[in-house]
């Protein structure tokens, strides 16, 4: 079994070096980490590199050719991924000890999984606990969760973009790669959702109700939209996407009668 994180990087100088080493520092070791940086102008490849000579052997570090902004950047790193699992990791935040071997515990113990995805506890610049969950941000209720464990209801909520899934906490089984890359994101789509959705439509979409990263919330903090694609129908083509467009046009239906 092989373990990969696809690590993407831009100016991470800040916060780099404590992400780094929590995943050094995990109870159940990686296999290796793909970097792929786009293009910083601070420090962040320097650190990387000192990390590669004091680990030698884990780190595979692309600089890209060209900006690719945070999606796409996820995109070529999960791609050049080797591992059975793969893990994806942003730049700033800080992974409990155990978290690799408490997913790839849960893969184990559910072999229909494709992903999975976790809580995180929220942080502020300094590390300082905000007493706020991911879900709680996103409002992954109980009450939801409990609908999510059927995929059907999940992928109709992904559908529409309602999504709960944070990349930051996500592993996924290298099998999915064929289904997600390369990424045709709809407009105003993240990866993340884009990978739950998949996983999803094969009945393979799981949660951990955990808390097992530390979320840090920061003034440069990357938030942002990109260039969207429309959406291919192709792509997710099954009942759950013919069954969801008729919902959507029942639902325009009934509001055209309103109005």
């Not at 999510?148 to 209801?153: D, K, L």
């Not at 709809?186 to 949660?207: I, N, Q, R, S, V």
Request: aromatic share 14%; with cysteine.
């Amino acid at each position: 079994m092989m373990i990969s994180v696809a690590l993407c990087t831009y100016n991470g100088e800040a916060f780099l070096i404590e992400q780094l080493q929590s995943i050094f520092d995990q109870t159940m070791k990686v296999d290796e980490i793909v970097v792929c940086d786009d293009r910083s102008s601070d420090n962040t490849v320097n650190i990387i590199k000192e990390f590669d000579l004091k680990y030698p052997g884990i780190i595979q570090l692309y600089i890209n050719e060209k900006t690719l902004g945070s999606k796409y950047n996820f995109e070529k790193a999960i791609s050049l991924t080797k591992g059975d699992y793969i893990f994806l990791s942003d730049q700033d935040d800080i992974w409990l000890l155990y978290k690799v071997e408490r997913m790839i515990e849960q893969f184990s113990f559910n072999r229909n999984a494709q992903l999975f995805f976790t809580n995180g506890e929220l942080i502020d610049e300094k590390g300082n606990d905000l007493n706020v969950t991911l879900w709680d941000k996103w409002g992954f209720t109980f009450a939801l969760r409990e609908q999510w464990r059927n995929n059907e209801y999940a992928y109709n909520d992904l559908f529409i973009n309602n999504n709960k899934v944070t990349g930051a906490t996500v592993a996924l089984k290298k099998e999915l790669k064929k289904d997600i890359l390369p990424f045709q994101l709809p407009e105003g789509y993240w990866h993340d959702a884009w990978m739950a959705l998949h996983a999803a439509k094969k009945d393979g979409l799981y949660f951990i109700e955990e808390l097992l990263i530390k979320y840090r919330i920061h003034p440069g903090q990357l938030v942002g939209v990109g260039n969207g694609k429309i959406f291919n129908a192709n792509n997710v083509n099954n009942t759950f996407y013919n069954r969801q467009k008729r919902r959507v046009l029942n639902l325009i239906n009934k509001f055209k009668r309103f109005k």
